[in-house]
């Protein structure tokens, strides 16, 4: 098994691949013939998912759907203590999760054709966020 960690820099709101920086930081990767790579982020304001990675339109529509979902300053919200993202961006957070779990095949992240690992800031100004990338599996 194999562990790393990925300091990102502060990145705006919205939604941001990631895979090139996640594959940088987890050389290992291409030394399991099957696995398993896990990409979890440290933080309860940001979430990672895999989606869409040609179309930047995307990218766009899914901030444009959370914040919808989500909005600022509802008046029921009691955590507020960073702002009026605050507690929104723990509710997207939860929705769409701290890790993605993706399968290794020959030394590769079995991603499809489309598919990119996504950075989700949900904070207009969230700070560096810190990734740490787990591989295991049968090596070559």
Not at 11 to 21: A, D, N
Not at 74 to 99: F, Q, R, T
Request: charged residues 25%; hydrophobic residues 40%.
């Amino acid at each position: 098994m194999f562990q790393y960690s990925l300091a990102l820099p502060e990145k705006r709101r919205g939604f941001h691949l990631i895979t090139q920086e996640v594959l940088r930081a987890a050389p290992a990767i291409g030394r399991f013939r099957r696995g398993m790579c896990q990409v979890f982020i440290r933080h309860t304001s940001a979430s990672l998912t895999i989606n869409e990675n040609a179309d930047p339109t995307v990218r766009r529509d899914f901030e444009t759907f959370f914040n919808k979902a989500v909005p600022e300053n509802d008046p029921d919200y009691v955590h507020n203590d960073e702002g009026p993202d605050d507690m929104p961006a723990h509710l997207k957070a939860a929705i769409l999760g701290a890790s993605v779990l993706i399968p290794v095949v020959d030394g590769r992240l079995a991603l499809g054709i489309w598919q990119g690992i996504y950075l989700c800031e949900h904070r207009n100004r969230g700070g560096s966020r810190e990734i740490i990338i787990s591989c295991w599996g049968e090596e070559v």
